[in-house]
């Protein structure tokens, strides 16, 4: 991927390509950047700007072909594939992570899941059984895996992430409430929905008065 493709433009492909993934579904065939824009509330022009990175797709006047437009964002995000995943810890929120069903549809597989708790070690989730914590990094030595998934306390997630790294692991989605750091070689996503309410009450703040 060139360097020179902004971020956010990375992070708007997934949502075209589920926009189109659903016009897929409803039996379209081609949507206008007009049409596709007003599906997403993204302007017309912004959408053609983000596609012109990966080259020249669809006619002037008769819009993206959208089975051809979803299969090459499919092999450009690489979710043409599937991808191993592991999970670092088993809380409540570790065990809604693990039993998810929207991650096996869309390529991404977990087969794996840790944690340092006897109460939840050998127990089954989904499809994969609950492996101590201390056989993550023996583990991930002799199985592939793709993508870590961290949902631990704060105070131990810089070292599950440490952990990862060292083993090998390249991207990681983190949602301890911490911001975990990380070598330039490793993409990090940090889910935190508390941060999320905290910048929308920014906005709500001038709108519902203290005390209400």
């Known amino acids: 991927m060139p360097l020179e493709i902004p971020e956010v433009v990375i992070n708007r492909l997934p949502v075209y390509a589920r926009a189109l993934s659903e016009l897929e579904a409803r039996g379209?065939?081609?949507?206008?950047?007009?049409?596709?824009?007003?599906?997403l509330d993204v302007t017309p022009a912004q959408i053609r700007?983000?596609?012109?990175?990966?080259?020249?797709?669809?006619?002037?006047?008769?819009?993206?072909?959208?089975?051809?437009?979803?299969t090459k964002l499919r092999e450009i995000l690489g979710i043409d594939r599937q991808w191993r995943v592991c999970l670092v810890g088993v809380g409540r929120l570790g065990q809604a992570i693990a039993e998810y069903g929207g991650?096996?549809?869309?390529?991404?597989?977990?087969?794996?899941?840790?944690?340092?708790?006897?109460?939840v070690v050998g127990t089954r989730l989904g499809d994969v059984v609950v492996r101590h914590a201390d056989s993550l990094d023996e583990f991930l030595k002799a199985n592939r895996v793709d993508i870590g998934i961290v949902a631990v306390p704060a105070n131990e997630a810089q070292r599950v992430v440490d952990r990862l790294v060292a083993s090998g692991i390249h991207a990681i989605l983190n949602y301890a409430p911490i911001m975990a750091h990380v070598p330039r070689d490793v993409v990090i996503r940090h889910i935190d929905p508390v941060l999320a309410m905290q910048s929308m009450t920014f906005y709500i703040s001038r709108h519902v008065p203290p005390g209400e």
């Open 28 to 39: 379209e065939s081609v949507v206008s950047s007009q049409a596709l824009g007003e599906l």
């Open 49 to 70: 700007k983000d596609l012109s990175y990966f080259g020249r797709f669809g006619k002037q006047g008769r819009g993206y072909n959208v089975p051809g437009l979803l």
């Open 103 to 119: 991650f096996g549809p869309q390529g991404f597989v977990v087969v794996a899941a840790f944690d340092a708790s006897g109460a």
